[in-house]
């Protein structure tokens, strides 16, 4: 079992769309990073939490430690967000190595 | 200000020949990561530096792969004998204050292909 697990795996919406993706972990962590995988590769930073909530244009992200939980959501979805949405985390222990989910792939059609 | 800056995009390699990779981070920012992304698989933490010193490098393969980051210049991910099981995306990231306070820059990446 990956200590870091995103669900759902694949997601498609309708423009204009709230969408929800989620993160859950196994282990200590003492950050939770959210990036953006474009279609063409790159890879973009969107938040880094380590408690509570944070908000940047459309995109919300929130963390719950107790439940090793977080979420990532998207305001009035657009075409434009159709990316690959990845999760990872810093484990408790004085490393700065990320540990990856596997990504959700979310498809906003027009 | 430029972005972490990955050279080349795309590198072509026979099987035997060395890759050399190469990432400058973003002005300022002292703490470098490579990563890995196989075919259809998700990102993989390879090494961890901070100028000169390897700080991790627990997710580099025993054999063949080094890293460095010199004081001056770039930082190198050098893979020698290269396999076909070594392409892939490889990605540079860096931070100013570390990931647990601060968020990653990525590069472009690197794309290997092994024939």
């Known amino acids: 079992k990956n200590e870091v697990e995103q669900s759902p795996q694949n997601l498609t919406a309708q423009e204009g769309e709230f969408i929800t993706i989620n993160c859950s972990y196994s282990?200590?962590?003492?950050?939770l990073h959210w990036l953006q995988q474009h279609p063409g590769g790159g890879i973009v930073s969107l938040f880094m939490?380590?408690?509570g909530k944070k908000k940047h244009g459309r995109l919300i992200a929130t963390i719950n430690i107790q439940e090793k939980h977080s979420s990532l959501h998207i305001t009035a979805s657009h075409p434009r967000d159709s990316a690959v949405y990845i999760c990872?985390?810093?484990?408790?222990?004085?490393?700065?190595?990320?540990?990856f989910g596997k990504g959700t792939k979310l498809t906003v059609n027009p | 200000n430029a972005g972490v800056m990955q050279n080349p995009r795309h590198l072509v390699r026979r099987r035997g020949q060395e890759a050399r990779l190469r990432c400058s981070p973003m002005?300022?920012?002292?703490?470098v990561y490579w990563y890995r992304q196989l075919p259809e698989e998700g990102l993989k933490f390879m090494v961890y530096?901070?100028?000169?010193?390897?700080?991790?490098e627990s997710g580099m393969p025993k054999e063949r792969f080094s890293a460095e980051f010199p004081k001056e210049g770039p930082s190198i991910l050098r893979i020698q004998q290269v396999v076909r099981g070594d392409s892939a995306a490889y990605f540079c990231?860096?931070?100013?204050?570390?990931?647990?306070?601060?968020?990653?820059?990525f590069g472009q990446g690197t794309r290997l292909t092994v024939v």
């Open positions: 990231a860096s931070s100013f204050g570390g990931l647990m306070n601060t968020e990653a820059f």
């Open positions: 282990v200590g962590i003492s950050a």
């Open positions: 939490l380590s408690s």
């Open positions: 990872a985390v810093i484990t408790q222990g004085g490393s700065e190595k990320l540990v």
């Open positions: 002005k300022g920012h002292s703490h």
């Open positions: 530096l901070q100028k000169e010193n390897i700080i991790d």
